[in-house]
């Protein structure tokens, strides 16, 4: 506990890459809870002993199978309800795994755990330059609490820039879920 500030966390951890899981590294952090502030995210500091796996050449790949579709990507449910993701879409939930990643740590605290569920939903937004922009529906569970959150994100990437997740905003919970 640091006085009038929040709580830190020191954290030893070991890192598994979620393509290749025999390619672990281990990691360092240090995880500040600010008090009193809900809107804050936590300040987080990493170190990581080692290298995690190059994805250019997948990433690559990816990138332009996408810019090479004559119409927009449009999917839904990944996985489906029998956990199948067709090998086609596992780019597009695993770029949605790193943006929920941001989400999580942007609304996260000291008593919740996000995890990505499914995609509801995935569309690719139209755009003029070289990056490419989707907009998710996806479904976060929330371990402590068990609920199932409907969350929207506009995600845009490039290969050599990486991820930003433009919009996200938690959604109403329709009946179904």
Known sequence: DIDNVGRKYHLKLVLEDILEKDNIVNCTAEILYHLGNKNAAPDVDFTIEGELKNTDEQDNIFYNRIKSLKKELVAQNIPDSHG???????????????????VAWQNSTENTRYELAQIKDVRQVKR??????????????????????????RVLWHPQHGVKVTQNSRQPKPAEY
């Open 84 to 102: 199948n993701v067709p090998p086609e879409m596992e780019p597009i939930r695993l770029l949605a795994r790193v943006a929920a990643g941001y």
């Open 128 to 153: 003029s330059d070289d990056y490419l922009e989707f907009d998710y529906m996806v479904l976060l569970h929330e371990f402590v609490s068990q609920e199932i959150i409907p969350w929207q994100m």
